[in-house]
């Protein structure tokens, strides 16, 4: 009976690293240009927007503010001008509440701007109905019938401050001339989080019945290319989060939630607006629809309706986040404090896939060096230091096995020749070999593997942590978000002419495939001819990929190459000396 070929592991590595490469390259070609395009447009449109502002200072004429929901000629100053606020100012964010229809839609983020310069203006974060890049929010009340009147986008409130900062509340106010009042206390802390307190005071003969609502609503236009990281609708609906991306809601409706509990808003890769309402059975609804040929997306909420006796009233609060997706102040809020409940989930806002179990802890050391170093590329370094010093002993047993490997290479060539064109002598001569030898093949492929998840784990923290845009290294690069702007075909900038983008090789990509050559000289050579010309050619075609790729990554792989080179060489003579020390012996 022939017995069934025992499986070769260098294919199963070979066909798990070329999985890595697929998925590594889609991310440079397809998903890193349109980040890249988007972040220009972005610069463009907020740079205007300054501009349009310095211009339009002067409040516009009261026509105009009547209809700036509706003039798409109008610029976001007019906008701004058509509404009475309440400014906000803080450590994290600048921008007003709009009086009328007590609307959040002017936020800016303090501590980030919208390219590496630090005078370049602030991201942009909501901006007023009308705007290309509509982002607003609105919380109020909806009644069971006709008979009471509610709050709208048009309800002029009054405030009784005029500046809203960390720490204090503003109150708006508003009467329905029906004997029914409507408060609105808004607080802000120290980081992205608004806290709305509404109350219905009800000073009518008669009961009413309201329903608290609340939505977000954006402007947006579909990007060319599919997004890698999730940006679009989300939340945990039922203890589990829910995502749908903008794509999906266009081409397949609506999407409703009957009895969701939890969180939900609208997230970028690194910007999120998301409403926590108090308590549960809330009808949540993702919707898009088209509005003056313009791309608009929702996310609201519905809650059960409250019944108010006459000369009761009621109270219901909703939170709103408007900021940066930092983990450690999403922690912050998913675990809670004294005054607030705990947001459960809060931190599944980043998007860390699959990879979450891995690739949150990741981040989080990764962020506790950065902050002990101050610079996030020394905290990469050190953080693959750490690595290699857990899978030390994992490691040491690879590179063992591949140095008897590589001093069986003469042998196996004899196989080869001897059984040439016997492919089932070839494998038990070579099994036989390996009991002899007590070699086994796949103690060198395990450790690899766990590596190459330990990358895409890293690779998926590093796309969404804030703390890499726009940090700088060392020397020329300036920012280990972006990919590594020194060109071999400029002579790394000291030639004075612009070359086509795909004319570029940078210098961090250049020394990265060094290392690769080096590494794949030093492990045994695929019995296979095509595997070994495959993998001599690995390092050129990574090369190309990794060109594209940011810096940070590239700088992350190409340390762990040099680490595990010299690794490798110390191992390798570690095994000559045992051997030296055997002969001497006998």
Request: charged share 20%; with cysteine.
């Amino acid at each position: 009976m022939i017995k069934h070929d025992e499986p070769d592991y260098r294919r199963v590595f070979l066909a798990v690293f070329l999985a890595a490469i697929v998925l590594i390259a889609w991310q440079v070609r397809v998903e890193w240009p349109r980040r890249q395009a988007l972040a220009h447009l972005n610069v463009q449109t907020t740079e205007q927007h300054v501009a349009e502002q310095q211009r339009h200072a002067e409040e516009v004429p009261a026509k105009e503010a009547v209809e700036a929901e509706d003039n798409p000629a109008l610029s976001r100053a007019q906008r701004l001008a058509a509404s009475p606020r309440i400014a906000i100012d803080s450590d994290t964010l600048h921008g007003s509440i709009a009086l009328k229809g007590a609307r959040f839609d002017d936020l800016s983020l303090v501590k980030y701007r919208t390219d590496v310069d630090p005078q370049s203006p602030e991201v942009m974060l909501l901006t007023p109905n009308g705007d290309e890049q509509g982002y607003f929010v609105q919380a109020g009340w909806l009644a069971s019938d006709n008979s009471t009147k509610v709050p709208d986008q048009h309800t002029l409130w009054q405030a009784d401050k005029k500046e809203l900062h960390p720490g204090e509340t503003v109150t708006l106010r508003w009467q329905n001339g029906q004997g029914v009042t409507f408060v609105m206390a808004i607080s802000l802390d120290e980081n992205y989080m608004f806290d709305i307190a509404q109350r219905v005071e009800n000073h009518a003969d008669h009961d009413i019945t309201l329903l608290p609502y609340a939505y977000i609503n954006r402007t947006y236009e579909l990007p060319k290319q599919a997004a890698f990281l999730h940006e679009g609708p989300l939340g945990i609906m039922e203890g589990s989060l829910s995502e749908v991306t903008y794509k999906e809601l266009k081409e397949k409706g609506n999407k409703t939630y009957d009895n969701a509990s939890g969180w939900f808003g609208i997230t970028d890769k690194y910007w999120l607006s998301a409403l926590i309402p108090a308590g549960e059975h809330h009808k949540v609804t993702f919707s898009h629809y088209v509005k003056n040929d313009r791309d608009r997306y929702q996310v609201d909420y519905l809650n059960e309706p409250f019944t108010i006796a006459a000369g009761s009233s009621t109270d219901y609060d909703v939170r709103l986040f408007a900021g940066a997706k930092e983990l450690k102040v999403l922690d912050h809020y998913a675990a809670g404090t004294a005054a607030q409940p705990p947001i459960p989930l809060f931190d599944r806002a980043l998007d860390f896939g699959y990879f979450y179990f891995l690739a949150k802890p990741t981040v989080v050391v990764t962020n506790i060096l950065y902050h002990a170093t101050g610079n996030f590329g020394i905290a990469l370094l050190l953080f693959i230091i750490l690595v290699k010093i857990v899978m030390f002993p994992l490691a040491n047993k690879s590179y063992h096995s591949m140095t008897q490997m590589r001093k069986l290479q003469p042998e196996m060539l004899k196989l080869r020749e001897r059984y040439a064109g016997d492919q089932i002598g070839m494998h038990k001569a070579t099994r036989e070999l390996y009991k002899r030898e007590k070699i086994n093949p796949a103690a060198g492929c395990l450790p690899v593997l766990i590596q190459i998840v330990v990358f895409l784990a890293l690779f998926r923290g590093l796309n969404v942590t804030i703390e890499m845009r726009h940090a700088p290294f060392y020397g020329w690069i300036k920012d280990l978000s972006a990919p590594d702007p020194a060109n071999l075909f400029t002579a790394f900038g000291a030639l004075p002419w612009e070359t086509p983008s795909m004319l570029h090789l940078g210098l961090l990509p250049i020394l990265y495939c060094i290392t690769m050559i080096i590494q794949t000289k030093q492990q045994p050579k695929p019995a296979d001819p095509v595997q070994a010309k495959m993998m001599s050619w690995m390092p050129f075609f990574l090369l190309v990929f990794f060109d594209k790729m940011a810096s940070g990554f590239v700088l992350y792989w190409t340390w762990s190459n040099i680490l595990s080179i010299f690794q490798q060489r110390f191992i390798t003579r570690k095994d000559e000396n045992k051997k030296g020390q055997v002969l001497i012996a006998e």
